[in-house]
């Protein structure tokens, strides 16, 4: 029987996922990771932050799977040995994003978070007609997630530009690439959607000069790392009115700080890194598969390159 360890950050979470595999996977025998046990001689590895230990003692693994779209805390680990890095692709979360975004963008670009004050005041006061034209969106990121609120978002009118690393072609979306094209496809943007993995590459993307690259009255969603953004760069944007509003998912520390001025920012609006969880049964079907075909000897999707850190 193949077996398959599953390593978590947090035991109560391995023990959860134990028991989902075993359920959704009766053919596999799956065991919890204990940090005083032996070996266990597993071929798979299921992870998400798992404990550097866990590579060292398991020397037989035939591949890993990752617990999640981004896999920056993973390729990090020193003890990461050089066999496939599986992430998951989508698994239900491409819909989670896109209502992510709908959700906020429509918060301002029709108003409702001015409706909501509104009605504290017990005011009725029609705004003007929203125009699609005046909220272009731009979504860094073009990848299973980018691409489907992209395509989301576009489906509802907003003129949309898309920012990859290589040539992306997707209907209705403007796509730019590289870093020659990243002025342009700011120049294309009001609303930044944040949609990168986060690699050395990534790392400290919004920054200064790219806030200034947006244009005018501008409003930041970043649902990817919080590594993607220099805090205080943000934080002097909005404070120069640069960027009217910033929808935070993901934080450089997590939790996030109790004193971290974002809390109290009046224009940030924060959510706990819930933007698109993994969801059980799409992942435990996913990795399913993929272990199956990684049996038979036939190629698998979702392996993360080693150079591009994606
Ligand atoms: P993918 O790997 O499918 O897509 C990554 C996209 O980013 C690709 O279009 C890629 O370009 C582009 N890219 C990578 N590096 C660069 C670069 N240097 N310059 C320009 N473009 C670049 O990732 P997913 O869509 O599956 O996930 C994206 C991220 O979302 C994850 O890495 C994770 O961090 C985050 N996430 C956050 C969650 C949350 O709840 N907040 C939940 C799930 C994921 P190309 O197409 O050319 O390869
Ligand atoms: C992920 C996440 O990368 O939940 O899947 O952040």
Not at 152 to 171: F, H, K, Q, T
Not at 270 to 276: D, N, Q
């Amino acid at each position: 029987m193949v077996k398959v360890i599953v390593a978590t950050g947090d035991p109560g979470s391995t023990r959860k996922w134990c028991e989902v595999m075993r359920r959704g996977l009766p053919e596999f025998e799956v065991v919890a990771w204990d940090a005083g046990a032996e070996a266990s001689g597993a071929r798979y590895a299921v992870v998400w932050m798992p404990p550097d230990a866990l590579f060292r003692r398991e020397t037989g693994l035939q591949a890993v799977f990752n617990l999640g779209a981004g896999v920056d805390h993973l390729m990090g680990l020193p003890s990461l040995p050089d066999i496939p890095v599986l992430r998951l692709e989508d698994a239900g979360m491409a819909a989670q994003m896109a209502e992510y975004v709908i959700h906020s963008l429509a918060a301002l670009s029709r108003g409702f978070d001015a409706y909501a004050l509104q009605q504290a005041r017990r005011r009725w006061a029609p705004l003007p007609v929203m125009r699609h034209a005046d909220w272009p969106v731009g979504v860094m990121g073009l990848g299973k997630l980018g691409a489907h609120v992209a395509r989301a978002v576009s489906g509802l009118g907003y003129p949309v530009a898309g920012w990859a690393r290589g040539p992306r072609r997707i209907e209705g979306v403007r796509a730019f690439h590289g870093a020659e094209q990243l002025q342009d496809f700011l120049g294309h943007t009001r609303v930044l959607v944040n949609l990168l993995p986060l690699t050395p590459q990534t790392t400290g993307i919004i920054d200064r000069g790219l806030l200034a690259g947006l244009l005018p009255d501008a409003v930041v969603i970043n649902i990817a790392r919080g590594g993607h953004v220099v805090d205080e760069d943000l934080l002097a944007a909005l404070d120069a009115g640069r960027v009217q509003t910033a929808v935070l998912d993901v934080f450089n520390e997590e939790p996030l700080p109790s004193g971290h001025p974002y809390w109290s920012h009046p224009r940030v609006r924060i959510t706990p890194h819930v933007a698109a969880t993994t969801l059980e049964t799409h992942a435990v079907e996913q990795i399913g598969e993929r272990i199956r075909r990684l049996e038979r000897g036939e190629p698998v999707e979702g392996v993360v390159g080693r150079d591009t850190g994606y």
